[in-house]
């Protein structure tokens, strides 16, 4: 029962819990251990993992999807109208 329990929270709880406080899917956390033991190797591969995936998923959120997102806010923040104060009376 021990054996089943502690594989239990190894496979679902461990990467649900990781996941929310780094801010990834739980999914994420475990391809991103499988993939980085793999890269690395060893058991620094799965130790450093979880850190450098949430390190390129900030960087990418920043500098790649971030910036077209914020022009496409600033269009539209542009396009609204301005009534002033001054025009209404």
């Known amino acids: 029962i021990f054996i089943l329990i502690q594989n239990l929270e190894g496979m679902f709880y461990a990467p649900r819990i990781v996941g929310k406080s780094v801010g990834l899917h739980p999914m ?3 391809v991103s251990i499988f993939v980085w ?3 690395i190797g060893g058991l620094l591969g799965p130790i450093l993992a979880v850190p450098l995936t949430a390190t390129i998923k900030v ?3 920043r500098y790649v999807w971030g910036p077209s997102v914020r022009e496409r806010a600033r269009d539209q923040v542009a396009s609204v109208p301005v009534v ?3 025009e209404q009376a």
Do not use: D, H, K
């Open 37 to 39: 033991g793999l890269l």
């Open 59 to 61: 960087l990418l959120t």
């Open 28 to 30: 994420t956390v475990i």
């Open 84 to 86: 002033r104060a001054a």
